[in-house]
């Protein structure tokens, strides 16, 4: 799953097959140019900021690296606007990803990635390193977020309530093939494959140590996430 969503965003290439983006094949894209379009979550917070890294920076860095904007104090307005969106008050911005907890830096996870508004986020299991309250949170924020800006997500989780809140269509993997795939309301009310319905009558937990996570999949825009395959739904 986690090797999916990777080289949906270009963090990788595909042995076979070509992975495209607004019609284009990502190996077509500059780096510089994808990374203003693609975006990653990770569902490790601690591993995947730097903890001596300021939030400021944290978000600042995109900005300029990303977008290319010089002027401070519009990297400012913009930085500032995003943690208010986050729930986070300004003081955070000085605050080092240390100082902050696991709800915390999930969320500055999320703001990094939609701070240069891409076309196309992959949230990798992105509740997975919270509690129950702060997940339905980060679902929020995921759902705000794309709706606000018109971004397409591709939402890999375990969770189907997660799943059905926020996406628009599912696809059901099971070791490594993708066995199911409709309408998020067609799949979860009719389930056709066996690991689909294993899927619906046990928790979370359970499933964490089977092989087949649910690809959740929303469109916005003009970005597609089409998924092809053979003898499924």
């Known amino acids: 799953k986690t090797t999916l969503g990777r080289l949906s965003v270009g963090l990788g290439r595909p042995s076979k097959g070509q992975i495209l983006l607004n019609g284009k094949n990502l190996s077509e894209y500059k780096k510089s140019e994808l990374r203003g379009k693609a975006q990653y979550i990770h569902q490790d917070p601690y591993s995947?900021?730097?903890?001596?890294?300021?939030?400021?920076?944290?978000?600042?860095?995109?900005l300029i690296h990303v977008r290319g904007i010089t002027d401070s104090e519009r990297r400012e307005q913009i930085i500032t606007r995003m943690l208010e969106g986050m729930g986070l008050e300004s003081f955070y911005l000085a605050k080092s990803v240390r100082e902050l907890s696991g709800g915390q830096k999930q969320r500055i996870l999320v703001a990094r990635a939609f701070v240069i508004e891409p076309e196309y986020v992959v949230a990798?299991?992105?509740?997975?390193?919270?509690?129950?309250?702060?997940?339905?949170?980060?679902?929020?924020l995921l759902s705000d977020l794309r709706r606000k800006m018109g971004t397409s997500v591709l939402l890999i989780t375990h969770d189907v309530s997660v799943a059905s809140k926020l996406s628009d269509r599912v696809a059901v993997m099971y070791k490594g093939e993708i066995v199911e795939y409709g309408l998020t309301s067609e799949v979860l009310k009719n389930p056709l494959h066996p690991y689909t319905l294993a899927l619906l009558s046990v928790t979370p937990e359970k499933l964490m140590k089977q092989e087949g996570p649910l690809l959740a999949a929303t469109r916005r825009g003009n970005v597609t996430i089409p998924l092809k395959f053979d003898g499924c739904r």
Not at 53 to 60: A, D, K, N, Q, Y
Not at 124 to 140: A, G, K, L, S, Y
């Open 124 to 140: 990798d299991e992105p509740t997975t390193m919270v509690d129950f309250v702060r997940r339905n949170e980060i679902i929020n």
């Open 48 to 62: 995947a900021l730097d903890p001596y890294l300021s939030v400021r920076e944290v978000l600042e860095r995109p």
